[in-house]
C-alpha cells in the first residue's frame, strides 16, 4: 500500500514466508518494493520518468522478520542543476507490541530521464518542515562525499597495496567462491517503462552473494551493508542478467563479496557481448546456534585480478569503518584521526553537527543586550549556547573575517594563540589554539578543524563550522591540557546588502566549560564582552575595506 502525506511518500506491506527461508529479510524485501515507491516520488519532483544513478552505502541495523510490517518512507531531499537526492527511511513495526525499529536509512540520487539527447534541468524542492530544512541542507554535504569517494578510495588502494597479502597456509583460495547466475526479466521484475528495478537486481545480487560467502561460514550469512551499488546501464524486460559473485576479503567476523552484474539482450547473447549494468560490494556476518558471530577462514589471492580486489576490500572497509564512526552520535571524548580515509567524514560530520544544533528547538533565551542575544539549550546531560549578534556589515563580509581564526586573536580574549597546521583546501582548515589558564588549571590547546561553507542559495547561512581532531604530528605537550571541541562555529544570515546577523553556537565540553562557568553563573559577562568585541572587530574591518 502507498500513502501520500505532505512531505514525500510512505509504503506499507506486512512480510510473508516467501520472503526468506529462514524467516528473516535483512535486504530483500526492505530494498526490493524500494525502488518503485522511490520512483513514485522522484518522478513526481522531476515530472517526468526517473532512474537511479547511484545508491549511498546502505548499513543495516535491524532485521526484518515474519510477520511483522515494513514501511518505506521516500522524500526528495534536494534538487541539484540535473540530480536529486532521495531520503529512504525503512522501518520495521511488530503487530503485537507496536514497537518501530528502524532497518536502515539510505540514499539515493536519480536523474531525470530525458526525451532527447540534453539533460533535464530539475525545479527546487519546496521546503515545507524543519527536517525538510535539514536535510536540504546536509544533501550538499553527502554530496561532496560521493562525489570525493573515488579520490579517497584511490590513496587507501596506494596504501592498501604496499602490505602484504594473507600468507597463513591454511588460507583459502578466493577462487573457490566465485558463483555465477543467470535471472531473465520478466514484466514483474520491471517498471512502468520496462526498466529493471534496482532493487531486484539488488535482490538478485544478495542472492548470489550469500551463496558465495556460505562457502566459507558454512551457515546463513547476514547482509549488514551494501556498499558503492552503482548503476552504470540500464536492463529492460527480456533481458538476461548475468551475476557473478566473488569474495574479495575477510576480516574476523565479517566477509566482503564482490557482484558484478551483466545484461544481454537476444542479440548479444547470441554474439556474447555484455552490458556491464551493475556492480556492488556486499558485506555479511554469520552466527551460530547461540547467536555469538563466527569467525571466517583468511583468504589469499591467487590471480593479478584476486590481489586487486584484495586490497580494495582493506581500502573500503577503512572508509566503512570511518563513516560509520563519524555518523554516530558521540559524547566528550577523545576526538578523531584525520586521516587519508576519514576526511571527507569528518568534514561532513563537522558541517552536520554544527547544522543539527542550529536547527534544534527548546533554545531558552538567558540574557538580552542591544545587538546580542544569548540562548541555552538543554537535552540530557547535554549543554548548548548560542549567541545572536546583528552586525552592520554585508554577510559575505562577515563570512570571510570569521572564517580566518588567525584573526580571531584581535577580538575573542579567549584565544591566546592561532597557528595555522595544514591548509588542506580553501574550505578546510587545521589549526592549533592556545587558551589561557583559568585558577588552577594550566593553559589549554586545541588542535580544530575548520570547515567554511558559502550558501548555495540565498536564503541559506554562511557556515564556519568548528571540532576537534587529532594530528599524529601534533601530540599533547606537558605545558598544555588538550582540550576538544565537540561541536562550535557560525551560522551567518544576510539580512540585506549591508547587514546581517552572526549567531555563535558552542556544545560545551569539559575543556570549554572552564571559560564559561562563571558567565552561567552570572558573576561574570565575558560571553556578551566578546560578543560585542566581535561586533566591533567586524563593522571595524568592513569601514576599512
Avoid at 531525470?112 to 530544512?133: F, I, N, R
Avoid at 595544514?422 to 588549571?441: L, M
Avoid at 536564503?459 to 576537534?468: F, L
Wanted: proline share 4%; aromatic share 8%.
Amino acid at each position: 500500500m502507498v500513502f501520500r502525506g505532505g512531505s514525500g511518500i510512505c509504503c506499507v506491506w506486512s512480510l510473508s514466508l516467501r520472503h526468506e527461508p529462514t524467516g528473516v529479510a535483512p535486504c530483500r524485501c526492505s530494498v526490493v518494493t524500494v525502488c518503485p515507491c522511490v520512483s513514485f516520488e522522484a518522478e513526481k519532483h522531476a515530472g517526468v520518468s526517473c532512474v537511479t544513478v547511484s545508491m549511498d552505502d546502505v548499513q543495516f541495523e535491524e532485521a526484518a522478520r515474519v510477520g511483522q510490517i515494513i514501511a518505506i518512507r521516500a522524500k526528495v531531499n534536494r534538487a541539484f542543476k540535473t540530480s536529486m537526492e532521495v531520503g529512504i527511511k525503512v522501518a520495521v513495526q511488530d503487530v503485537l507490541t507496536n514497537a518501530e525499529k528502524i532497518v536502515s536509512v539510505a540514499y539515493a540520487t536519480y536523474v531525470a530521464k530525458p526525451d532527447g539527447a540534453g539533460k533535464v534541468e530539475l525545479k527546487p524542492v519546496q521546503l515545507l518542515s524543519t527536517e525538510d530544512h535539514l536535510e536540504h541542507s546536509l544533501a550538499v554535504e553527502r554530496r561532496r562525499i560521493r562525489l570525493g569517494y573515488v579520490q579517497v578510495f584511490q590513496k587507501l588502494m596506494q596504501e592498501s597495496n604496499k602490505e602484504d597479502t594473507c600468507e597463513e597456509k591454511d588460507a583459502l583460495s578466493t577462487e573457490h567462491t566465485h558463483v555465477q547466475s543467470t535471472e531473465l526479466v520478466l514484466p514483474p521484475h520491471a517498471n512502468h517503462h520496462g526498466n529493471t528495478f534496482g532493487g531486484q537486481i539488488m535482490a538478485w545480487m544478495q542472492t548470489v552473494a550469500s551463496i558465495s560467502a556460505s562457502r566459507l561460514c558454512r551457515s546463513h550469512p547476514i547482509l549488514k551493508s551494501v556498499n558503492m551499488f552503482k548503476f552504470w546501464g540500464s536492463s529492460f524486460v527480456g533481458d538476461r542478467l548475468v551475476f557473478n559473485a566473488i569474495v574479495n576479503n575477510t576480516f574476523h567476523n565479517s566477509v566482503e563479496v564482490g557482484v558484478r552484474v551483466e545484461a544481454y539482450n537476444c542479440e548479444e547473447w547470441i554474439k556474447a557481448q555484455p552490458r556491464h549494468i551493475n556492480s556492488a560490494f556486499l558485506i555479511f556476518t554469520a552466527v551460530n546456534d547461540k547467536g555469538e558471530l563466527l569467525t571466517f577462514p583468511r583468504v589469499k589471492p591467487t590471480t593479478q585480478d584476486a590481489v586487486r580486489r584484495y586490497h580494495g576490500a582493506i581500502a573500503r572497509r577503512r572508509i566503512r569503518l570511518t563513516r560509520k564512526c563519524m555518523l554516530s552520535a558521540k559524547g566528550d571524548m577523545p576526538s578523531d584521526a584525520w586521516e587519508t580515509g576519514n576526511q571527507a567524514y569528518l568534514s561532513y560530520s563537522n558541517i552536520a553537527a554544527l547544522t543539527h544544533l542550529a536547527r534544534k528547538s527548546g533554545w531558552d533565551i538567558t540574557r538580552t543586550l542591544d545587538n546580542v542575544k544569548i540562548w541555552t539549550h538543554e537535552e540530557g546531560a547535554v549543554l548548548s549556547f548560542k549567541v545572536e549578534m546583528q552586525v552592520k556589515v554585508p554577510s559575505h563580509v562577515a563570512f570571510s573575517l570569521l572564517s580566518d581564526f588567525r584573526l580571531r586573536q584581535r577580538w575573542d580574549r579567549h584565544f591566546l594563540t592561532c597557528e595555522v597546521l595544514q591548509a588542506v583546501s580553501e574550505e578546510e582548515k587545521i589549526y592549533r589554539v592556545t587558551a589561557p589558564p583559568t585558577t588552577g588549571h594550566k593553559p589549554r590547546d586545541f588542535v580544530i578543524l575548520v570547515s567554511q561553507r558559502q550558501p548555495c542559495r540565498p536564503q541559506e547561512p554562511y557556515m564556519v563550522a568548528v571540532r576537534s581532531v587529532t594530528l599524529r604530528a601534533v601530540p599533547p605537550s606537558p605545558e598544555f591540557c588538550r582540550s576538544e571541541i565537540i561541536c562550535a562555529g557560525f551560522q551567518i544570515h544576510s539580512n540585506g546588502s549591508s547587514s546581517c546577523t552572526v549567531c555563535y553556537f558552542n556544545q560545551v565540553t569539559s575543556g570549554v566549560m572552564p571559560y564559561l562557568a562563571a558567565n552561567l553563573t552570572g558573576s561574570s559577562k565575558s560571553i556578551e564582552d566578546t560578543a560585542l568585541e566581535c561586533i566591533k572587530f567586524l563593522e571595524l574591518k568592513d569601514s576599512k575595506c
